[in-house]
């Protein structure tokens, strides 16, 4: 049977599809004849028998009758529905035997004086048969045909093309789950055997690019960390040269070169930045690695949270003072939970950075919104600048990206508050969205999986 199928298998789809198409015609024309035979047969047993009743006037049947039940006649009269017999032979028919039926021609009723053939002399009964075997007559051709071409149809797909797609649309959906762990197992050498076998070989190529792109990030995550811890002995050295040469010449104020001064402190800004630029290499890297822990987080406490760190971020004092940047912000809580499950840490990372951010562009507004959608917690910020460039849309939550808003660049502005906000976005099963809004300004959505507690115990 394995051979069987083997070999079935080996046939090419054209060849398959030929073969099924002659067998369909061959299945149809044979069903088709039979019926049409069985249907006239029938037809014409109905119609013989009335067609000889009507042809014989009900007195005359009636002697007929009486004649041949005490007739000892040795040969039957001759009629046009009946065999005549030899006379040899009339010795042998027994009384009451039936005589063999002859067709009807049309030239025998002509000349015999009987009555055509007429659907009206019918009774309901023998109608509606008669009716049905003429209807099955004329439809026989159009029925099988139809339902042979429909089931070969069937036994084609079955047999060379049901397996196969089957094969690929599995191997479609895992490789589009990122799932490259399996294997496209199809024996078949026809051309859907092929394209299994190609289906096969990119698979196998995107598994070993994706192991090749795997070890180029962990081999990129440990020359960053080498870098990093190489870079702090020498920086570390220059900021405390740097420290001990400006305490030095401040120490006499009135000998110091005001243009040294301004050198060495140019020096130690500069060396601090990259200090903190090693730190955000470093907090880059514990990100990736970074697993949430999800814990029950009242709602309360989640709107203090809002509240305060956008009251650490434009305090009051400031604005009023005219020494900040006086922006307001308007905090839409929308939350009718409870308790919800939540990672806090990271929460309370990702909405410090979209406010410094909306904070580096906002005129005079900032609007914070939070609320629920569906299985989501959702986070909106939105300011009143000058929005998102196309470029920005394009590129904004690449690394140390720092923005084409016009806005001069900052020496405390890596271009990384996005970038985390996404990839901790990711981590919590969610995702950051950027847009213009509709009256202009930049406004970023991040949506978060969040789920209300509903039972105790260990998630």
């Not at 001990?244 to 401040?250: A, F, K, Q, S």
């Not at 951010?357 to 300011?383: H, M, S, T």
């Amino acid at each position: 049977m394995d051979r069987i199928k083997k070999k079935l298998r080996q046939i090419p789809i054209p060849a398959a599809f030929v073969l099924c198409g002659m067998a369909a015609l061959l299945c149809a024309l044979s069903l088709t004849r039979a019926t049409m035979w069985f249907a006239q047969k029938n037809k014409g047993e109905i119609a013989a028998g009335y067609v000889e009743l009507a042809a014989i006037p009900p007195q005359e049947a009636l002697s007929e009758q009486e004649q041949q039940s005490d007739s000892s006649m040795t040969e039957p009269e001759a009629g046009p529905s009946r065999k005549a017999l030899p006379e040899d032979d009339a010795s042998t028919l027994d009384a009451g035997q039936e005589l063999e039926m002859v067709p009807f021609e049309e030239a025998s009723i002509a000349e015999l004086g009987l009555i055509p053939f007429e659907e009206a002399m019918l009774p309901e009964e023998e109608r509606k048969k008669y009716d049905f075997y003429e209807s099955l007559d004329n439809m026989a051709a159009i029925l099988w045909y139809s339902l042979c071409l429909c089931l070969f149809s069937l036994v084609f797909y079955l047999w060379k093309m049901k397996k196969p797609l089957q094969v690929l649309n599995q191997a479609a959906r895992k490789i589009a789950e990122n799932d490259l762990n399996f294997q496209i197992d199809y024996q078949g050498t026809d051309e859907l055997g092929r394209l299994c076998q190609a289906f096969e070989s990119m698979r196998g190529e995107l598994e070993q690019n994706n192991r090749k792109m795997w070890n180029a990030v962990e081999e990129r995550k440990r020359l960053n960390a080498a870098f990093a811890h190489d870079l702090r002995t020498p920086l570390t050295v220059l900021q405390g040269h740097t420290d001990l040469l400006l305490d030095t010449l401040t120490a006499g104020q009135q000998d110091a070169d005001p243009e040294i001064l301004s050198d060495l402190q140019a020096i130690s800004n500069q060396v601090t930045r990259m200090n903190s630029y090693l730190d955000t290499m470093n907090s880059l890297r514990r990100l990736e690695d970074y697993a949430p822990c999800l814990r029950a987080v009242s709602a309360k406490a989640l709107e203090e949270l809002l509240e305060e760190t956008a009251a650490s971020l434009f305090p009051r004092e400031k604005a009023a003072m005219g020494g900040a940047k006086g922006v307001e912000t308007a905090i839409r809580f929308e939350l009718q939970e409870q308790e919800l499950w939540m990672d806090r840490e990271a929460f309370s990372q990702i909405y410090e950075n979209l406010l410094s951010n909306a904070a580096r562009y906002a005129r005079e507004r900032i609007r914070i919104r939070l609320y629920r959608e569906q299985d989501f917690l959702v986070l909106q910020v939105a300011d009143d600048g000058v929005g998102f460039t196309p470029k920005d849309l394009q590129n904004a939550f690449a690394p140390y990206y720092r923005g084409d808003r016009g806005k001069p660049a900052s020496s405390s502005h890596f271009g990384l508050g996005l970038y985390i906000c996404s990839l901790l976005a990711g981590k919590l099963g969610g995702r950051l969205q950027l847009a213009n809004g509709e009256a202009g300004g930049a406004r970023v959505t991040v949506k978060m999986a969040c789920f209300q507690k509903v039972f105790t115990g260990k998630i």
